[in-house]
């Protein structure tokens, strides 16, 4: 059964760096085809794409937020962590992982329950 | 950047057909995912590659792609069907996943 979690702070004053990590279960990062990736969701908003980590150690970023993020992944620990910086109000969201499958293509199949992160002063 | 469009809303009775679009420019060459959001709840895949439904997703749930279209359809819609559906699929880099802004389906 896979299962993942996000943990972090659910407040950060703009400009500070925010770091969350996804705790998973179910399914290592050292299997092949396998990846674990980041959507937020602001609230009342759509979802947006914000990054992926391969078990190769490849990474994908959103074109528009590529400058601020860093996705890193700890096998052992069976985590993976994104960090933003310079947060902004604007970046004020639910941030979820989620479970990436690469079959013919790469599709997130399960999700966290998501955290909600708040930026204000 | 790369954008997928969606419909904002969708309406239908109870029994009816409800299909949400999604059109892009690189859909003819990528697979295109839908997602179901019910209120203060992660989404949950109901179509992976244009056309295939995960386990536990209900037979009323098919998907279709064409060009640059990629269509959900709920074939007898139920009021449990209410909710927020997206698209996701691949730019044409194959690098950059995006999802579409979001369908609000009213099953009323």
């Known amino acids: 059964q896979i299962t993942l979690k996000e943990s972090g702070p659910t407040l950060v004053k703009p400009t500070q760096t925010l770091t969350l990590t996804c705790t998973f279960s179910?399914?290592?990062?050292?299997?092949?085809?396998?990846?674990v990736g980041w959507i937020r969701q602001p609230p009342g908003k759509a979802l947006e794409w914000l990054a992926l980590?391969?078990?190769?150690?490849?990474?994908r970023y959103s074109p528009s937020l590529k400058s601020r993020l860093t996705i890193t992944k700890d096998t052992f620990k069976n985590q993976v962590v994104l960090t933003m910086t310079n947060m902004d109000p604007v970046d004020t969201a639910t941030y979820y992982c989620?479970?990436?499958?690469?079959?013919?293509?790469?599709?997130?199949?399960?999700w966290g329950q998501g955290t909600l992160v708040t930026v204000s002063s | 950047s790369y954008e997928l469009t969606q419909p904002p809303s969708v309406s239908v009775s109870p029994g009816q057909t409800a299909r949400i679009t999604c059109s892009g420019d690189?859909?003819?060459?990528?697979?295109a995912y839908w997602y179901q959001q019910k209120s203060g709840q992660a989404p949950v895949l109901v179509i992976y590659?244009?056309?295939k439904r995960p386990s536990g997703i209900p037979e009323r749930f098919s998907g279709s792609s064409s060009g640059t279209m990629a269509t959900l359809t709920i074939s007898g819609a139920q009021v449990e069907d209410e909710a927020d559906y997206y698209c996701?699929?691949?730019?044409?880099?194959?690098?950059?996943?995006?999802f579409g802004g979001g369908t609000q389906l009213t099953v009323l």
């Open positions: 980590i391969y078990w190769n150690d490849d990474k």
């Open positions: 989620a479970h990436t499958y690469c079959g013919g293509d790469c599709y997130f199949d399960y």
């Open positions: 179910g399914f290592s990062l050292r299997t092949s085809a396998v990846g």
């Open positions: 690189a859909l003819p060459k990528n697979y």
């Open positions: 996701y699929s691949t730019d044409s880099s194959v690098y950059h996943r995006v």
């Open positions: 590659e244009d056309t």
